[in-house]
């Protein structure tokens, strides 16, 4: 089972930044897509950026040009460095790992516990 500890979440004015982190557990043997998503109090959850193992990176275009996806892969690690932020990205922010936990073993989606993201003056 692999575990996703994510952390950097807070209370931040609208135009400040945070920066979010998300470490998997060491059983994971490899991880392929990461990812961040997030949900607002009655909304369904929505993608905001995605990363693949070599970096290729993706965003919601209510993200683009405010948020930055990266992620270390010797420390099973993925970053959100979110700027510019604004009252509608509060929400709370879920880490998500498309990993295997040994050699030969199916990838399967694994989920952090969540983060609140609170954005206001």
């Known amino acids: 089972q692999v575990q996703l500890v994510e952390s950097g979440g807070g209370l931040v004015q609208p135009g400040g930044s945070l920066r979010l982190s998300c470490a998997a557990s060491?059983?994971?043997?490899?991880?392929?897509?990461m990812a961040w998503y997030r949900q607002a109090p009655g909304k369904q959850r929505e993608l905001v950026a995605t990363?693949?193992?070599?970096?290729?990176?993706n965003y919601a275009d209510s993200v683009k040009g405010r948020f930055a996806i990266s992620r270390d892969n010797a420390k099973n690690t993925v970053y959100l460095q979110m700027n510019s932020l604004k009252p509608e990205d509060t929400a709370v922010y879920y880490c998500?790992?498309?990993?295997?936990?040994?050699?030969?073993?199916?990838?399967?989606?694994?989920w952090g516990q969540g983060t609140q993201v609170t954005v206001s003056s």
């Open positions: 998500f790992a498309h990993a295997a936990t040994y050699y030969g073993s199916p990838n399967r989606d694994y």
């Open positions: 060491r059983s994971v043997f490899s991880i392929n897509a």
């Open positions: 990363i693949t193992r070599d970096s290729t990176s």
